[in-house]
């Protein structure tokens, strides 16, 4: 469970609503994504887009849509780099007491408080799921009052019955020191985001947060549970899946270097150590897919 926490945001459904519901159909700018937290959980549906999933300390890339439950308190990255042709992302989010803690005892939403137990550690729902689950979401939009929240509780109940889904064990930054600490972890993910195609010297990132060198090892690795370079070498990775999914045209070669690795067979390495296979057997399990 997290302690102390990157930026609370503020979430207020409108008036006379537990549930807050929008959709977003225009180009998202990820540059406006900032690393945040809320009590509600957060249930994002994209239809047609592609983009990072940053989770707590889960990093991997979405191509075509997804479907994922973020638990309470869970610290998280925007999602949709770009939306595609009539692309949207619709995202809905709720105390998991919206219907009061007395319902939440009922026998009958037992396996609904199971879900929220297992959100915390971050849900990705797989295909079937959302065949079936990602249009009912968007319509929620076209209902108001007791009718939401029926729909919303019948898309519970599916999600919570499922086993279409894999956990992204996202087990989030836990800070043990101050609060403030928390804006630090933003500042240095906002700066790997932008600048990891190229070499990141230990002294610039920790300058960003005015902090000498040993101390931000220890910070950074205290507050995520890994090293910064393993940090960095995993946003290069998830963008050469990116680029190998999208630029089939381009040799592995080429990926490597333009993800910031300087060195073939490092990025292989790399590649394999985070994914579980080679770049050259991901790509063609792309093709495979695409074809």
């Known amino acids: 469970m997290i302690t102390k926490k990157p930026t609370l945001k503020k979430i207020s459904p409108g008036f006379g609503n537990s549930l807050l519901v929008k959709q977003h159909v225009e180009q998202v700018d990820k540059n406006d994504a900032y690393w945040h937290f809320h009590p509600e959980l957060e249930l994002i549906y994209v239809n047609k ?23 309470s308190n869970l610290p998280h990255n925007g999602f949709t780099d770009r939306l595609t042709a009539n692309g949207t992302e619709t995202t809905i989010q709720f105390k998991s007491n919206f219907l009061g803690d007395d319902f939440l005892n009922v026998p009958e939403m037992s396996h609904i408080v199971s879900l929220y137990d297992r959100a915390k550690k971050g ?17 929620l939009l076209e209902h108001n009052g007791l009718k939401r929240v029926l729909k919303f509780l019948e898309i519970l109940d599916f999600l919570a019955k499922t086993s279409d889904y894999t956990l992204l064990n996202a087990d989030g930054v836990a800070f ?8 630090k972890i933003g500042i240095v993910f906002k700066h790997v985001n932008k600048n990891f195609q190229k070499h990141i010297a230990l002294d610039e990132i920790a300058d960003k947060v005015s902090m000498t060198v040993p101390a931000f090892c220890r910070f950074f690795k205290k507050a995520t549970g890994k090293t910064f370079t393993q940090v960095v070498n995993e946003y290069r990775v998830v963008h050469a899946t990116k680029l190998l999914s999208e630029e089939i045209e381009m040799s592995i070669a080429d990926v490597c270097y333009e993800c910031g690795f300087n060195n073939f067979s490092h990025f292989n390495k790399t590649f394999n150590d985070i994914t579980g ?10 093709k495979k897919m695409i074809s």
């Open 176 to 183: 043990e020191t101050e609060a403030q600490d928390s804006a």
């Open 123 to 139: 849900i990705r729902f797989q295909i079937d799921t959302k065949k079936k689950i990602g249009r009912k979401i968007e319509k």
């Open 277 to 286: 296979k080679s770049a050259s057997n991901y790509r063609k399990e792309i």
């Open 49 to 71: 887009g592609q983009g990072k999933t940053h989770i707590g300390n889960h990093l991997s890339y979405f191509n075509n849509s997804q479907l994922i439950l973020i638990g």
